[in-house]
């Protein structure tokens, strides 16, 4: 029932995704309804990625810290009311993944026999995302702070992975832990590479942006990430059901201008 409803959600974030790209992402490239602008600027950014799998079976986990870096362009279109509007893109290397919370019945950490230690487990893997976003921000363009959101499609291209353990993973001690996955099928799992080379989903960011005059823009953001594909098949003959990547991003962003728009009401 759950997977059911599961599957009904998804199809429906399909779905409206689909409508933005269709619409209101070329609205936001093309109409200029409001006041004209004509900006370009382009930059860096950089931040610190705690992500996860939703898993079904589900797996216990920890937030994954990763980094990401890349590069962004923006153009900025109009100012309609008092929303500035501008479409936003992104190329970035990421880090994300899973971190397993291996934890008994006590809710303690699962100690390791042979080593004294605690039993870990975590999975990196290694993307290219490319982020479009419409942007809406509210403040000052050429002095000072400005607030912003944008939101808009993502999708991301597999590059490689890599595991960090300390334990015998081919014979994990089911006996300590507490896990709705049997034994073998455990050790199955450690061993299960990325089938879905190709990730897409929809992201959503809070901002706020400070403009110096002939430094630039300099921005704080946090982002959220949800992932609409898999990164394992779900048919019933495969193991997962449901193996979709969601992350939190605190993010810095440093842009100059390219082209700047001779307009004396800009402030």
Known sequence: ????????????????LLV?????LPLSLCAQVGEYRNELAVGVNGGLTMSSVSFVHEIPQNQLLGKTFGLTLRYTGEKYFSSICAVVAEVNYAQIGWDERIWDVNDDPVINDETGLAEEYSRV??????PVFA???WGRERRGLQAYFQIGPQIGFYLSEK?????????????KRVSVISGPKYSNMYHMPVENKFDYGIAGALGVEF????????MVEGRYYFGLGNIYGNSKRDFFSKSNIQNIVIKASYLFDLVKSKNPKIK
């Open 1 to 16: 029932m759950a997977y059911r409803m599961y599957n009904k959600v998804q199809r429906r974030v399909k779905r409206t």
């Open 20 to 24: 933005y790209l269709f619409t209101f």
């Open 125 to 130: 893997i290694d993307y290219i995302q490319v």
């Open 135 to 137: 942007r809406l921000g």
């Open 163 to 175: 595991t960090k353990t300390n334990f015998d993973i081919d014979h994990p001690n089911m006996a």
């Open 211 to 218: 403009t110096a005059p002939k430094l630039g823009h300099f």
